[in-house]
């Protein structure tokens, strides 16, 4: 028993705890939008270097934790634990307006100052959500990408492991249990249950 990815509580329920949250409106992203716009209207350059800009301004907007260009994606350099989840997943070339959303954006009017357009992506303050979505994929907290994994059955002995686990991980671990041999070409291991 798993899932794809977990999810926040919601920012009132947080706020009430009296921990940080903060719902972040179509107006909040349209505003942050229109600035880089000027922004990036006042200094025309190289792709690499704008899009770096991008990213520097993005990251003094509050509800924003984190801008990150191609080159910091693909860079093997230091990074904390936000730019690793983000390093695993970046495809060079690829990029996503999310979460930088707004009814236009959605409905495929991407202005051309939005950041995606340098391939610059962002991470959102823990427990800041948008308008559009309760939880959605993307994020790199703890509460989206540390989900339980659960296996029960004959063989599988009552343990508790804190150790990481992948999805691709399953797969081999299944064929395990059933005793096959996955092909060569699994990129999973089998994890340590019985």
């Known amino acids: 028993l798993t899932a794809d990815h977990g999810a926040p509580n919601i920012a009132e ?5 009296g921990r940080p949250a903060r719902r972040v409106t179509q107006e909040d992203i349209q505003a942050v939008l229109d600035d880089i716009e000027r922004t990036v209207r ?11 800009l991008v990213a520097r301004r993005l990251e003094q907007v509050d509800f924003i934790l984190r801008a990150m260009t191609p080159a910091e994606l693909a860079s093997a350099g230091p990074a904390d634990g936000i730019v690793r989840a983000y390093r695993n997943s970046y495809i060079p070339g690829r990029s996503t307006t999310f979460p930088l959303w707004t009814d236009d954006v959605l409905a495929g009017r991407v202005g051309p100052a939005h950041p995606a357009n340098w391939g610059v992506v962002v991470e959102l303050e823990a427990h800041a959500q948008i308008y559009t979505a309760r939880s959605a ?15 029960l059955g004959a ?40």
């Open 13 to 17: 329920f947080e706020l009430r705890e």
């Open 42 to 52: 006042g200094h025309p350059g190289p792709d690499s270097v704008t899009g770096a």
């Open 137 to 151: 994929h993307g994020s790199a907290h703890p509460y989206d990408r540390e989900v339980p994994l659960i296996f």
């Open 155 to 194: 063989g599988i002995s009552p343990l508790r492991d804190t150790t990481s686990a992948r999805t691709v991980d399953i797969a081999p671990t299944l064929a395990e249990l059933a005793d096959l041999t996955p092909p060569p070409t699994v990129d999973g291991i089998v994890l340590e249950i019985r």
